[in-house]
């Protein structure tokens, strides 16, 4: 069965660096999302891409994150400079257009920032 | 704004018995759909069970199922024979019919399944 697939499942890094997550969505999906989920409390939405571009975003998703889809496979989280608040989980999720409207996540990414 | 509330933080159930997690929401759509995840302590979300909007009947997946009532907006999860692996991390979701947009979240209930 086809499935989400994130890398790297723990990241350590230390505050004000950048990282990238990495996320292989459902090869035929068109939409695509990350969540992020600190210890303790619930998932939060943080941006939708569609065609190429955002399609939504919430307040979380301020100018230090960006996404890409920069081949067509991966679909991308940046933060470019770290704060301690942004340790959390970060999932990736995709859907297909068949109107199910069902996101299949994947296993997340654990980001420890010290 | 649509929000999803789960009323019980946490709770527990001898193993092969019954719970209800209980989660209601808030919208002023009338057609959307409605999701239970598991969250186990590996943190991977898992679909338990989908409800549509616009169906009747409740959902149902083996030892899950789900009691809909969309004029009280409420959407609780029932797991019959629980069993050691369904203690986990339970979250109610909305999104919305038509829309590729968001899910929302609830805050959770923490389901323990005690032997």
């Known amino acids: 069965e086809p499935e989400v697939t994130q890398t790297p499942s723990h990241q350590v890094t230390q505050m004000g660096q950048e990282v990238i997550l990495r996320c292989v969505p459902i090869s035929n999906h068109l939409y695509f999302y990350w969540y992020r989920q600190i210890l303790g409390q619930k998932v939060e939405f943080l941006v939708s891409f569609y065609n190429n571009e955002i399609s939504e975003k919430s307040e979380i998703f301020d100018d230090q994150f960006s996404v890409e889809r920069p081949d067509g496979s991966n679909f991308t989280l940046k933060i470019r400079s770290t704060k301690l608040e942004d340790s959390a989980m970060y999932f990736c999720?995709?859907?297909?257009?068949?109107?199910?409207?069902?996101?299949?996540f994947g296993p997340g990414t654990r980001l420890t920032v010290t | 704004a649509q929000t999803v509330t789960q009323s019980q933080p946490e709770m527990s159930v001898q193993e092969a018995e019954t719970v209800t997690l209980s989660c209601t929401y808030d919208t002023s759509e009338n057609n959307y759909y409605l999701f239970w995840y598991k969250q186990p302590p590996s943190r991977q979300m898992i679909l338990v069970i989908r409800?549509?909007?616009?169906?009747?009947q409740n959902a149902t997946e083996n030892r899950f199922s789900v009691n809909f009532q969309k004029a009280a907006k409420s959407f609780s999860l029932k797991i019959s024979d629980s069993q050691l692996g369904d203690t986990a991390m339970y979250f109610c979701a909305f999104i919305s019919s038509g829309s590729y947009d968001k899910v929302i979240f609830g805050p959770g209930t923490s389901l323990s399944v005690i032997p």
């Open positions: 999720a995709s859907s297909d257009q068949d109107g199910s409207y069902e996101q299949y």
């Open positions: 409800q549509e909007a616009y169906k009747q």
